[in-house]
């Protein structure tokens, strides 16, 4: 089956805190970005830990807002989304995105994806190679045995162009060469981040190929509703609309079947707490040392939400829209409290959760997956949206 990508995309591009002439410059700002209520002061990382030359490219610090006051900053290097903030139910903002306060803590962190744009290949690919056209590609193995998120140096670890359109909206665009990390063909990438209006992050991507290769882009935050360095998500809510996951070999590489959620710990159908059931005994909790499997997604349009997550104390309610069938759910099991985030507090085993909309992990070598396969003369669509509010 053939991946169907989306003819309609939204485009949406930040400001620097120049000026709209500027398109092409970075924000200057010259102390940490702050906002505050009669309550509460919340505080977005401070633009000089992002100014650096990277493989002779320059990196930059942007922030986007809308007519509410919510704001999101991002980092050229990785097309990282680095930091949000939106009212809780007391009206207090709260940064809800897990995020350092420098590149250079990106490049030395533990885990490499923390509000990441990620690619040529997002999840994995067994024992890293697969057959296209009747050619063997070899990866690189950052994930023994398998490729992990494109590889040695994938989209995370590189600096992307800019282009800002507006105090909303950004655009960051690259080309990801013919050969590079294993992968076929000359892939032109563009990511749009939009901030609403209705408080929402729109993410939409498109891509376009000179050779047969595959393609499964997608945003890697990390979120925590109760705002960052709060502590465990196991209190958090989460509701999905997806009636089947895809199981997982030990090495976390779908086994090729699509199984029922009912009856199991993976059924999110109706609210439910993320730790109500991670403890059971059970072989895939096991094999994904807790929540880190692919939901297969009933619908996808952007009609309606098919998951949404709410934070226990802050009641800030994530909602998701995607044109992706599938949904990464990770309940942040290999966070051990190795990196200082921004606002000092440590990534603590679960103080996060992950939901990557996505092509199924492994989809090159299993068949029966829809396919991530991009051809010459075709353009890769995809769009997604984190909506939030608060009750």
Not at 222 to 241: K, P
Not at 287 to 295: A, L, R
Not at 314 to 329: N, R
């Amino acid at each position: 089956m053939k991946m169907i990508f989306k003819s309609h995309l939204l485009l949406f591009l930040p400001v620097c805190i120049l000026s709209l002439a500027a398109c092409n410059q970075p924000a200057k700002q010259s102390s940490t970005s702050t906002m505050t209520d009669s309550t509460t002061q919340a505080t977005l990382p401070a633009a000089k830990g992002f100014e650096q030359t990277i493989d002779g490219k320059q990196t930059h610090y942007y922030l986007l807002k809308n007519k509410n006051g919510v704001q999101a900053s991002f980092t050229n290097y990785g097309a990282h989304l680095v930091g949000l903030l939106v009212p809780d139910k007391a009206g207090k903002l709260t940064d809800v995105v897990i995020g350092f306060d420098s590149i250079a803590d990106y490049k030395t962190s533990l885990s490499a994806y923390y509000g990441a744009t990620i690619g040529r290949y997002g999840n994995r690919i067994a024992k890293g190679h697969f057959v296209l056209d009747g050619r063997r590609y070899d990866l690189f193995v950052n994930n023994k045995p398998n490729t992990l998120h494109g590889g040695q140096k994938g989209f995370n670890d590189v600096v992307w162009d800019t282009k800002l359109v507006s105090d909303s909206t950004i655009t960051f665009t690259y080309l990801s060469k013919d050969g590079e990390e294993g992968y076929p063909g000359n892939l032109d990438c563009k990511v749009t981040f939009e901030l609403t209006n209705d408080n929402a992050v729109k993410i939409s991507y498109e891509a376009t190929t000179d050779k047969n290769t595959i393609v499964n882009l997608t945003n890697h935050s990390y979120f925590n509703l109760n705002g960052a360095g709060s502590g465990t998500i196991l209190n958090h809510m989460v509701q999905m609309d997806a009636s089947n996951y895809t199981p997982i070999d030990p090495t976390s590489i779908p086994t090729g079947k699509i199984e029922p959620v009912a009856g199991t710990p993976f059924d999110f159908t109706k609210p439910a707490a993320i730790g109500s059931r991670i403890n059971d005994k059970n072989e895939q909790l096991k094999n994904g040392t807790g929540y880190d499997h692919n939901f297969v997604l009933d619908k996808h349009d952007l009609a309606t939400p098919i998951a949404t997550a709410t934070g226990d104390k802050s009641g800030i309610e994530m909602q998701v829209f995607t044109t992706e069938p599938g949904l990464q759910f990770y309940s942040g099991n290999f966070m051990k409290g190795g990196n200082t985030m921004h606002g000092g507090a440590k990534d603590e085993l679960r103080t996060a959760f992950a939901m990557e909309t996505q092509h199924y992990p492994d989809s090159p070598n299993k068949p029966q997956f829809p396919s991530t396969e991009l051809k010459p003369g075709e353009t890769y669509k995809t769009v997604t949206i984190y909506k939030f509010s608060a009750k």
